[in-house]
């Protein structure tokens, strides 16, 4: 469940996405994700997200610190009462300067025109510059317009001490919760006809949840206040693995919806080319 720059193997993927009023940046939403990432390309690789804001920045990037089990706390804390899915909802489906930094074992690229990329390569280090298909950041150009996109770029020795992505954004439609999903791992743009297999956890929580809502995420005692300040107190998850097949897609949730528990909500979203 990612899309690569090169040929790539991606497992154990976990996603979360969370709702929330910030004391300092208002509502917000919080997108974590993780997976472990074997490189089965030639060079170096980037994993690239579509992400449903337009302003984005090193700033909204997030630092695990110390704390770099924290979604493996968010799937510990669900796991035991959460069911293997067994179906989901099908859901109908002016360029900025790129700006380029290091993140944990990453160089990130953020764009809102992804087809401006290929001109700002040249400051990722060589040992981590990726070769990058122009019909892939095409791909996103058409369907993601308003989209920023991140391509988080990678050796093969840094793929295995990766820490989670953790960053912030004020959302594109603060009432709906999405997290990218769309697959494919050779470099090319996502088949949107295709179904892929599944392995990962999906996570979700909100601030205005219901009392009893969801379950209770133990956080370290010495976790940073900055971190924690973004990070939930309850959360809601859900398996989708063991052999499944789902249409390519993100996926997608309304907060009236999540606010309710009931997970069979979820809706895998395929985008439309604009």
Not at 76 to 90: H, L, M, Q, S
Not at 97 to 112: E, G, S
């Amino acid at each position: 469940m990612c899309i690569s720059t090169g040929a790539a193997e991606f497992s154990g993927t976990i996603v979360y996405c969370g709702r929330r009023h910030h004391p300092e940046h208002g509502l917000i939403h919080v997108l974590g994700y993780q997976n472990t990432a074997v490189n089965l390309a030639e060079g170096p690789n980037a994993m690239l997200l579509h992400l449903p804001t337009g302003r984005l920045g090193p700033g909204h990037f997030l630092s695990a610190g110390r704390t770099g089990d924290v979604l493996l706390r968010m799937v510990a804390a669900v796991k035991t009462d959460a069911p293997e899915a067994d179906g989901i909802a099908w859901m109908g489906a002016e360029a900025e300067p790129v700006q380029v930094f290091d993140h944990d074992v990453y160089t990130v690229l953020l764009a809102n025109d992804p087809t401006t990329i290929p001109a700002a390569l040249e400051q990722v280090p060589p040992h981590r510059r990726p070769a990058l298909d122009l019909d892939l950041l095409r791909f996103y150009a058409d369907h993601f317009p308003d989209h920023t996109i991140a391509v988080c770029c990678f050796d093969n020795a840094d793929a295995r001490r990766a820490k989670p992505l953790l960053l912030w954004y004020p959302p594109l439609d603060p009432d709906r919760l999405t997290v990218p999903a769309l697959d494919s791992h050779t470099g090319k743009a996502p088949d949107l006809d295709a179904h892929v297999p599944v392995d990962h956890w999906v996570l979700l929580a909100t601030d205005q949840a219901p009392t009893g809502w969801g379950t209770p995420v133990e956080y370290p005692e010495n976790m940073r206040h900055r971190l924690r300040a973004f990070l939930p107190d309850t959360v809601v998850g859900r398996h989708y693995g063991e052999g499944q097949r789902l249409p390519n897609g993100d996926f997608t949730i309304s907060h009236d919806d999540l606010l309710t528990g009931d997970l069979d909500h979820v809706e895998r979203s395929r985008p439309t080319r604009h």
